[in-house]
C-alpha cells in the first residue's frame, strides 16, 4: 500500500540534499547565523493554488524552527496580490526552503490551475477529467495531488493498480480478444481483483472489445467528435468510456457532449505552465 507520508518525507529530504549539498555558502557568508526574519508568499497570477501543506512540510524539515502561518487552503482559487502564507525564522533556514518550496507550489498551482480550466470548460455535463502517467518520475503523487485539487480525477497512479491493455499489449497479445482473456486468466490465476480498460482505435475494435466482454472501461483513442458519439451509444452505458487523444482547450466541450464518461488529458502533467508565485522577505 503505497504511504504518502513516507513518500513525502523521503522525497523532501532528498530534494534537500540536492539543492543544499555540502553548505548553502550564500547565505551562510552574508548572513548572521542568529538572525532572525519573516517572509511571505505572494501571489502574481490568478489560478488555483496547490501545494500548500506540502511546502509547509519543506520548512519543517529544513528547520523545525520555522513557523509557517498558512492564509489560504490548497484548492483555493487566487488572484494577483494575495498573500498565501507568512513565515518566520532562522533567515538560513528560510533561504534554504526557498527555491524547493517554490518549485513544488509552482509546479503544483500550475496544474491545478490548468485543471480547473478545463473541469469548467465541460460544466454541466457528466464528463470527468482525468490525468494519465505522463508525470516527472518521482513527483507523481505529488502532481496527481495538484490534479485532485484542481477538481480532476487521477487515472490509475502506475502500473500495478489497474490492468490497461493499449495498442502494443494488443498487438504483443495477438490482437484484442486473446489480450482480453490472457488479462482474465491473469487476474483469476494471482487472486487480485483490479479493473481492467482496453484501448480502442476505431469503431471496428470498440465492437470487438463489446462482443469479448470482461472489461470495465474502454478507451476511445484519437477517435474523432463524431465516432466518439457512435461509440459511447454502442456502448450504451455497458461499460465506462473514456476519450483520450487529440482533444483541446477547443474542443473538449464538444468531446464531453458526446456522453463520454472520461476524458483523460495528458496534458495536465506532462507540459502544463508553472503558476507565478514568489517568496519575499519582509
Known amino acids: ?3 504518502f507520508d513516507e513518500y513525502l518525507d523521503d522525497f523532501i529530504s532528498r530534494a534537500i540534499v540536492e539543492d543544499i ?7 551562510n557568508c552574508s548572513i548572521p547565523a542568529d538572525a532572525q526574519g519573516r517572509m511571505q508568499l505572494l501571489v502574481k497570477a490568478s489560478g488555483v493554488i496547490a501545494g500548500l501543506q506540502v511546502a509547509q512540510r519543506v520548512f519543517q524539515k529544513v528547520d523545525p524552527a520555522i513557523e509557517c502561518e498558512l492564509l489560504l487552503e490548497d484548492g483555493t482559487p487566487i488572484s494577483q496580490g494575495d498573500i498565501a502564507f507568512r513565515l518566520h525564522g532562522p533567515e538560513r533556514s528560510l533561504l534554504r526552503a526557498e527555491r524547493l518550496s517554490l518549485n513544488l507550489l509552482q509546479r503544483m498551482s500550475g496544474i491545478a490551475t490548468y485543471t480547473a480550466r478545463l473541469v469548467k470548460l465541460v460544466e454541466g455535463t457528466r464528463t470527468q477529467i482525468l490525468d494519465t502517467r505522463k508525470t516527472t518520475p518521482n513527483l507523481r503523487p505529488l502532481e496527481k495531488l495538484a490534479v485532485r485539487l484542481g477538481g480532476g480525477q487521477n487515472h490509475r497512479m502506475g502500473l500495478y493498480d489497474m490492468i490497461m491493455l493499449k495498442d502494443n499489449h494488443i498487438d504483443f497479445a495477438g490482437g484484442i480478444k486473446p489480450a482480453i482473456e490472457k488479462a482474465r486468466a491473469y487476474l483469476s490465476q494471482n487472486q487480485l481483483k483490479l479493473p481492467i480498460e482496453v484501448e480502442t482505435r476505431n469503431l471496428k475494435e470498440l465492437q470487438e472489445v463489446l462482443d469479448t466482454g ?3 472501461r474502454v478507451m476511445l483513442d484519437n477517435y474523432s467528435i463524431e465516432d466518439t458519439y457512435k461509440g459511447v451509444q454502442m456502448v450504451n452505458a455497458q461499460i465506462e468510456t473514456e476519450s483520450s487523444g487529440g482533444i483541446t482547450e477547443q474542443n473538449i466541450r464538444s468531446y464531453a457532449e458526446t456522453g463520454v464518461d472520461f476524458i483523460s488529458v ?9 503558476l507565478d508565485l514568489s517568496l519575499k522577505a519582509i
Open 1 to 3: 500500500m503505497f504511504d
Open 21 to 27: 549539498g555540502p553548505g548553502d555558502h550564500s547565505s
Open 214 to 216: 470482461g472489461v470495465d
Open 266 to 274: 495528458g496534458a495536465l502533467t506532462h507540459s502544463v505552465k508553472s
